[in-house]
């Protein structure tokens, strides 16, 4: 079959543009249709499109850090994802840029076959209040005041199933999904999530009066409600934000549309030691 591959390069970094270039020469010359994302495109002079367009692709390569990723992912939907690492971290992307090409290639191998490919699906968050929905989150949920620290926090009270499970001043409460245990969920001391549990973790930031961090099923419905402050923030993954007018009612729950990873998998305990 025609295989179409899109290719995301982190912006601004040489390096990721260079191992752009090299892909492209070996995956053209070999007859696969490439897209370049908009930026990348600009600095190396070749045709690109919007990276949502690449949601058609039979596979879409992410040349960066976690944040590129995050980013692919956001445009991207459950289209194939591989994972460069060209990032200080890097946890979600586990293939080395000297392995890029013969990873992809292989991929694009089995693809012309039509041999299935291994696929990782990573569940993602919706949150929604009031009139509005935010982007999909693959890392976490973020429901905080109007800033961190002294003077900043609010009022959250935290439901599962409609039960009340913790009430009280913090900075904020966050809900991360197995691959965000990692992230933000780790630095307020929640527990990290093997990627192979289905789970949900729900953990208060810097609470006056703190419960544990609490693990629940994928399918609760989760309500963080929010008074007490004159304005708080819902935010996906760090970047997609809404703006609540307290008191105001934040849902969380599974996203229909799980985020697809292909080729190699990182080996999720080595990985930790990228994050000390
Ligand atoms: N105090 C914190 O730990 C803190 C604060 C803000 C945001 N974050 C994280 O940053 C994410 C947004 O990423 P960004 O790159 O756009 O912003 P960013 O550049 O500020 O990234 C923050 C760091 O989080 C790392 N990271 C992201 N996802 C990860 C994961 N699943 N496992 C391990 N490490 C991960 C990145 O590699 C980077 O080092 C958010 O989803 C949130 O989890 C963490
Ligand atoms: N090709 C691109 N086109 C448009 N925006 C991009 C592109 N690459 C990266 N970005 C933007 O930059 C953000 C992620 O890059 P960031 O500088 O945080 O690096 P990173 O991938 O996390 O790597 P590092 O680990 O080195 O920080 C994305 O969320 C996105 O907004």
Redesign the pocket.
Known sequence: MDVDVGIVAQRGNERAQQLTEALLDVLESDSVAVAVDEETGDAIDVVSVPVTEMADSDLVVSIG???TL??VAREVGSTPILGVNL??????NAVSPADAVDVVTDLVDRLRRGDPLERRTLERLRARGDGWTLEP?L??IVVHGPRRGHGGGATIEIRVDGTRYADGHADGVLVATP??S??????EGGPLVHPTADALVVTQMAAEDSMPPLVVDPGAELELAVTGAETAYAIS???NRHQLESPATVSVSLAADPVTLVGPRTNFFDGLEK?E
């Open positions: 850090g976690d944040g995050l980013f990032g200080e971290v890097g946890f979600l989150a890392n976490e691959t965000g990692t992230a933000y969920n780790l630095s993954d760090g970047r994050l």
